[in-house]
């Protein structure tokens, strides 16, 4: 990433695309709690992260850590659908950060229970990821090693992970 900021309006459209990902309930479980670069919570935010990850975000223009409500605001019943739902709002967020030309990449490399602590996350949330937004910098701005890594990752076929009528007993060849 470039390290330019990002302003307040691209950071809201960003959060105004995860707003509107569906919900059971229309719950709205996720919260997104960020630090833009420049600031003194962006330290405290890159201090969570495993030393690979705090390396590569170092020029990211933006780090986030999203949670997510176990329980439904309304009853407190459990809300068993709360991490698909948040993960959603995060597709969104990034999605509309793609399309403004940012990279969004997502990390679970970070101490979650740090977090949990830090930035006062209540109980009822659960501490789900951290992701990085920031301008895509040129390829030969990272280290040999994270230039290497710059390719296309290798996806399953469809047949490992979609099963009709129920889930295999075997693997899939």
């Excluded at 990902?21 to 709690?33: D, E, H, M, V």
């Excluded at 997510?68 to 809300?79: G, I, L, S, V």
């Excluded at 890594?149 to 290798?154: C, D, F, I, L, Y």
Aim: net charge neutral; aromatic share 12%.
């Amino acid at each position: 990433m470039t390290g330019e900021p990002i302003d307040d309006e691209t950071l809201f459209s960003l959060l105004e695309a995860a707003r509107w990902a569906p919900s059971s309930y229309n719950a709205q479980p996720w919260r997104f709690i960020y630090a833009k670069r420049d600031t003194e919570s962006f330290a405290h935010f890159a201090d969570l992260l495993i030393e690979f990850n705090r390396n590569w975000t170092a020029k990211a223009s933006l780090l986030g850590v999203i949670v997510a409500r176990k329980t439904f605001e309304h009853n407190n019943k459990p809300a068993h659908t709360y991490a698909f739902d948040a993960g959603a709002a995060w597709e969104n967020l990034a999605l509309e950060a793609c399309s403004r030309g940012l990279v969004a990449h997502g990390m679970e490399g970070f101490d979650y229970e740090k977090a949990k602590k830090s930035l006062h996350i209540p109980d009822e949330y659960v501490v789900l990821a951290m992701f990085a937004v920031g301008k895509k910098a040129a390829k030969e701005t990272l280290s040999a090693e994270l230039q290497q890594k710059e390719t296309p990752s290798s996806r399953k076929k469809i047949g490992e992970f979609a099963f009709e009528g129920k889930f295999p007993n075997k693997k899939v060849e």
